[in-house]
Each structure stands twice: as structure tokens, then as C-alpha cells.
């Protein structure tokens, strides 16, 4: 595990913490001392065992019960942490759902669903943090796109289309936040496995194994590594860039 020192004390929302991607996310933090902040939706069983879990790798851990898609109870928890707890310093718009379906058969509720929550749930988490990123120091935010959002991909038209959405939302970010030394950054991976990717049958998961040059799908703490050096100084001349990491899938 890639560590930065800097990440030590450091209050960090990631969305979408309960598993996969984000699970993995937040654990690395923590085990480097940061304060991990994470968003639940409604099991408040699994919130505090989650929370004890980042708390025993390392760090400090915050549920905050809402869902990206609900602005109202969004907001409400980000300004009663804010306000009442401590600014946030970093952010991972991570929580992000996919359904694969041919644009023949694609249904306005599931465009709407996917895009309400891996583009709109992104940009608005931003946006009810952006006051509180003013004043915060050192501001690194990361959004998990997808490989998909820069290639595109059969039977992904509207997870494709919300993942290079995030892409422009970010470069925008990065202009408009730069003045305030905020950083903006998306990482684009490609297959790595978690539930989402599960979900593949065998056949499909070997046939995608063979476009990937170094053969194989990625782990969640590859992701992880690249997400906490973007989060930490260590890159703070980098913003509004995208990163791949695609075993070489998007050469
Ligand atoms: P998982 O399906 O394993 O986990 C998704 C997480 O997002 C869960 O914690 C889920 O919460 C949360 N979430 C989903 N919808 C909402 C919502 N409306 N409000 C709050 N939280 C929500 O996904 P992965 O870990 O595989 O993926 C994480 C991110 O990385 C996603 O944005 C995905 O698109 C992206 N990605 C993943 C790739 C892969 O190969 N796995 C490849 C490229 C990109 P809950 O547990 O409550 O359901």
C-alpha cells in the first residue's frame, strides 16, 4: 500500500464506501489516519460496523446516513459535519451504479437513475461542498469514472454517457476551484473486481481478460493507490487530469 503522510488527520468524504472501489478506498485511508467519512443508506447495522472497521485499520470514521440522489438530506448531513465536526479536505464521488442494456431497449427511468447518480449525485455532493472546500485547506477531489466514459462501449450507452460526463464536470472544477487551491482529477478504471464486476458470467470475464494486456482485471487497492497519491500532496501540480487504470485495456 502507497502511503503520504499528509493523509494523517486529513477529513475525506468517499461515497459509496460500503463495498468494492470505495470500501477499499476508505480502508487505505484510514490506515494512514485519516478521517474517513462515509455516506450510508439507511442500514444503520452495517454503518457501524463499517465504522469500526475503518477505525480499527488506523484512522477516524463518520457515517453520514443519505443517498447521492437525495439533495435534501444530502446537503443537510454535509452542513451538520461541516459546521459542527470539521471542514473536508477531500472528496471521492465514487458511489456509481451500471446496468447494461441495449439502446434499443433502454428505458428513460433507467437513463434517468444512472445519470441522477453517477453524474448528478457527483456534481451536487461537489457543490454542497464547495462553501466548506473554500475554506478547507489543501482540497483534492476524485471522481471515479470509467474507462467506458472515454471509449464507450456496446450496451453501455447511458453509464458511458454518465462517466464522460464527470470528465467535463471535473476540468470545470479544476478551472474554476484552481484560484482557491482546490484540485479536481477523475480516475478511469477499467475492469477491477468488486461486485459490479461480478456480476459478469465466467466466459465474459475471460474474453475481456484477453483485450487486457497484462491479462487480467485489476484489484480494488491498485485503485485504491492511485486515489490516495491524488488525494495527498504528492501530486498537487495535477489538476483536471484523467487517469486510466486499464491493465493497458484503452491503449
Ligand atoms: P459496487 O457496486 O461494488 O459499489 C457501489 C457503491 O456505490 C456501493 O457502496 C453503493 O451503496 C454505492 N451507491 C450506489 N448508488 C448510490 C446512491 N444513490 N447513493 C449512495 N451510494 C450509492 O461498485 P464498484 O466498487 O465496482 O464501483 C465503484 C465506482 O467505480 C462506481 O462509480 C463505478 O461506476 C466505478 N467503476 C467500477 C469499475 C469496476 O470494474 N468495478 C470499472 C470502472 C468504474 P450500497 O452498498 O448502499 O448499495
Redesign the pocket.
Known sequence: MATYSDLKDKVILV?????????SIALSLAAQGAHVVF???GDEAKASSLKEEFEKAGGKATGLK????DYEAMTKALDEFTKNVAPISGLVN?????KDTLLLRLKPDEISSIID??LK?SMMVTQALTRNFLKAENVSIVH?????GLMGNASQAA?AAS?AGLIGFSKSVAKELASRNVRSNVI?????Q????DALNEKAKEEYSKVIPLGR?GT?EEVSNLTCFLLSKASSYMTGETFKIDGGMYI
Open positions: 461515497t459509496g464506501a460500503g463495498r468494492g472501489i470505495g470500501k455516506n450510508y443508506r443519505f443517498d447521492v440522489t465514487n458511489a456509481g451504479i451500471s447518480t453517477n449525485g471515479m469514472s470509467s474507462i467506458v453509464y462517466k478511469c478504471p477499467g475492469f477491477i468488486t461486485d459490479m464486476t482485471f480494488t
